[in-house]
């Protein structure tokens, strides 16, 4: 009998992630090779990737990617999206062969928009309808799921170590401007497809190494915002949380952070009161979103990505700067291994926010109007 | 000098030619392009040489026992994890948890360390771990230290040298930190002192082991900067769950 000890599996997760701030355009071979450099710190139950500006002739297109157990659930999932959505283009997402890649689910993509009646009322934004929809066929159990549903981005993920999973998907022939990845090393629950990093919701996107106490009352507090979890893994919360608080509540991006990974109230209260009240409203108000357990994540977006620790630093991540090009990873090497001589390197603190925002961009500064008050995408 | 190119070599491979590198009779060893490869040096005994170039990985010189290492650029996480004796001088940034539960020998970092540095240190008889930061550390510095010493000399300007929770749960050895620490920055278990004679002498020999590794001429510190940590009580939590 083999006894616990005998071999040792050295691995806990690993994320990286790179954006070009002026949107220059690149393959996913870069972002593969990052990953693949921390190939140890996964299992092979988990590999994905997101990459945003990669279909720039459907960029006014929500870009809906799904797994289907069998032809049966993609055809009653097209006659769903048959009376919701007008679907501009659909097919298979292309693959290739990858010997360690099996039991893939059938894996499609669609370019839709919200059929105009749905949204002629004026009650509800096109992102909203849209989130509707993720949430009511992700609950369905029809063997249908979306697992990525922005516009001119695209979630690409699955069970398999990274690397492998990136040859899979055929990343190489892919161009954006922002690409972020994770190689997975579960805890508590078995690596499915749909289990995989990164997680998404409209142009959101999380890859996180971690694991999270506070799943279930994040949850609790989620779902009556009408957010259903489903995917059996404790990082969706994650990037529901980040919807609801910077998409539809309209709060910037450092103070959905200080939700997230708030500042000890002993820290609070030596800030200048103008400052405290923030933090103080912010905690208590959104009590239930704090994010409790080790964490270290990119959260992905449209307008850029941002990274961040939980708040005594439980995991690891380095930045790196070169140029207009900003780099995030669980190791340095991976930055290395893809930008030898950096400008710049250094570990971000526990709760500090590292920002790789496209120029000219703004995740919702304290200015702009959330969607909830003004209803517009 | 014995020469290796890790360059894409996978970790298992470079540690097993290192090792026959050894059994072949390399007194210094010389690995170049290093990146991300762990283990490396791992509870090899000895006065063996090694310089590497390049950014190695995880739980560098974990359980080493007498080499050196020597790291031209930064080291990742958990270097000299539970070492047992040795030099290692990093000449840039050294990771979290540096010296992790470390029991003997020296660790010298020109840069700045990251979260944990010499977390459950610890020191026996004559076996008394050494770390020095040349920048700033990370915070939960010493947690739970048990023994040995640490310095930090936050460069470039001494000042904040050192992040929060510095010392939390120390029950033993000294940390000696450039500038001032604020009491909330301090864990509930330690108290500052001012170094006296006895530690003045020991922190001038640190310095000059400081300034012969990295080849620095200037002798700026003024001693009377540094303040001094020590534990409250070698025992801070025994009363945790019975109380006496």
């Known amino acids: 009998?083999?006894?616990?000890?005998?071999?040792?599996?050295?691995?806990?997760?690993?994320?990286?992630?790179?954006?070009?701030?002026?949107?220059?355009?690149?393959?996913?071979?870069?972002?593969?090779?990052?990953?693949?450099?921390?190939?140890?710190?996964?299992?092979?139950?988990?590999?994905?990737?997101?990459?945003?500006?990669?279909?720039?002739?459907?960029?006014?297109?929500?870009?809906?990617?799904?797994?289907?157990?069998?032809?049966?659930?993609?055809?009653?999932?097209?006659?769903?999206?048959?009376?919701?959505?007008?679907?501009?283009?659909?097919?298979?997402?292309?693959?290739?062969?990858?010997?360690?890649?099996?039991?893939?689910?059938?894996?499609?993509?669609?370019?839709?928009?919200?059929?105009?009646?749905?949204?002629?009322?004026?009650?509800?934004?096109?992102?909203?309808?849209?989130?509707?929809?993720?949430?009511?066929?992700?609950?369905?159990?029809?063997?249908?799921?979306?697992?990525?549903?922005?516009?001119?981005?695209?979630?690409?993920?699955?069970?398999?170590?990274?690397?492998?999973?990136?040859?899979?998907?055929?990343?190489?022939?892919?161009?954006?401007?922002?690409?972020?990845?994770?190689?997975?090393?579960?805890?508590?629950?078995?690596?499915?497809?749909?289990?995989?990093?990164?997680?998404?919701?409209?142009?959101?996107?999380?890859?996180?190494?971690?694991?999270?106490?506070?799943?279930?009352?994040?949850?609790?507090?989620?779902?009556?915002?009408?957010?259903?979890?489903?995917?059996?893994?404790?990082?969706?919360?994650?990037?529901?949380?980040?919807?609801?608080?910077?998409?539809?509540?309209?709060?910037?991006?450092?103070?959905?952070?200080?939700?997230?990974?708030?500042?000890?109230?002993?820290?609070?209260?030596?800030?200048?009161?103008?400052?405290?009240?923030?933090?103080?409203?912010?905690?208590?108000?959104?009590?239930?979103?704090?994010?409790?357990?080790?964490?270290?994540?990119?959260?992905?977006?449209?307008?850029?990505?941002?990274?961040?620790?939980?708040?005594?630093?439980?995991?690891?991540l380095t930045a790196a700067e070169k140029g207009d090009f900003l780099y995030v990873a669980s190791e340095e090497s991976a930055i290395r291994e893809i930008c030898p001589q950096p400008d710049r390197v250094w570990m971000p603190r526990g709760g500090e926010l590292v920002w790789g925002l496209l120029a000219g961009s703004a995740l919702a500064d304290s200015g702009a109007c959330p969607e909830e008050i003004n209803g517009t995408a | 000098m014995f020469t290796i190119n890790a360059r894409g070599v996978y970790y298992k491979e470079l540690n097993q030619m290192v090792r026959q590198a050894l059994s072949d009779g390399a007194g210094e060893i010389l690995i170049k392009n290093v990146n991300g490869q762990c283990y490396i040096a791992d509870a090899l005994r000895g006065s063996v040489r090694f310089t590497l170039e390049g950014t190695p990985g995880n739980n560098l010189a974990a359980y080493m026992d007498g080499p050196e290492v020597i790291i031209r650029g930064n080291a990742q996480d958990a270097v000299a994890n539970t070492m047992n004796s040795g030099t290692i001088v990093i000449h840039g940034d050294a990771g979290d948890t540096l010296g992790y539960a470390m029991r003997g020998g020296e660790i010298f970092v020109r840069g700045n360390a990251g979260y944990r540095a010499g977390i459950h240190l610890k020191e026996y008889g004559s076996k008394i771990p050494l770390i020095v930061v040349g920048g700033k550390t990370g915070d939960f510095l010493g947690e739970y230290m048990a023994g040995g010493i640490i310095a930090v000399l936050g460069e470039p300007d001494g000042l904040n040298s050192v992040g929060r929770w510095c010392g939390t749960g120390m029950h033993g050895g000294v940390m000696y930190i450039r500038g001032e620490v604020p009491d909330y920055h301090l864990g509930n278990e330690v108290r500052i002192c001012k170094p006296d004679a006895g530690d003045e002498a020991i922190l001038s020999g640190i310095l000059s082991r400081f300034r012969r590794h990295f080849k620095l001429s200037v002798a700026t510190y003024d001693l009377q900067s540094f303040i001094k940590l020590v534990p409250k009580s070698n025992r801070p939590y025994g009363n945790v769950y019975v109380d006496f």
């Open chain 1, 1 to 316: 009998m083999l006894r616990e000890g005998d071999f040792r599996i050295p691995s806990g997760c690993a994320i990286s992630g790179i954006v070009h701030r002026k949107g220059r355009a690149m393959s996913g071979e870069s972002i593969i090779r990052s990953i693949a450099l921390m190939h140890d710190r996964s299992n092979g139950l988990g590999g994905g990737f997101a990459a945003y500006g990669i279909y720039p002739e459907f960029r006014d297109c929500f870009a809906l990617h799904l797994f289907f157990d069998g032809q049966g659930a993609r055809k009653d999932t097209e006659e769903y999206f048959s009376r919701y959505f007008v679907t501009e283009m659909s097919g298979p997402i292309p693959t290739r062969k990858n010997a360690f890649i099996k039991n893939a689910p059938l894996i499609w993509r669609y370019f839709v928009r919200p059929k105009p009646e749905f949204l002629s009322a004026g009650e509800k934004s096109a992102n909203d309808f849209m989130v509707e929809r993720v949430m009511e066929i992700n609950g369905m159990a029809g063997g249908a799921h979306v697992f990525s549903s922005g516009k001119n981005m695209g979630a690409f993920k699955g069970v398999g170590y990274a690397e492998d999973i990136g040859d899979f998907y055929r990343l190489d022939e892919y161009r954006g401007h922002i690409w972020t990845a994770h190689g997975r090393f579960p805890t508590n629950t078995p690596g499915w497809w749909g289990g995989a990093h990164p997680f998404t919701l409209l142009d959101w996107s999380v890859v996180h190494n971690g694991e999270i106490s506070s799943y279930d009352a994040n949850r609790r507090f989620l779902e009556m915002y009408d957010y259903q979890c489903t995917l059996q893994t404790d990082t969706e919360v994650i990037a529901y949380i980040f919807d609801l608080l910077v998409r539809r509540h309209g709060l910037s991006v450092d103070i959905a952070a200080a939700v997230v990974a708030p500042p000890f109230w002993s820290e609070i209260d030596r800030m200048p009161p103008d400052k405290k009240e923030m933090y103080r409203a912010a905690r208590i108000v959104y009590s239930s979103l704090l994010i409790n357990g080790p964490f270290s994540i990119i959260l992905g977006s449209s307008r850029g990505i941002l990274a961040l620790n939980d708040r005594i630093k439980l995991r690891p």
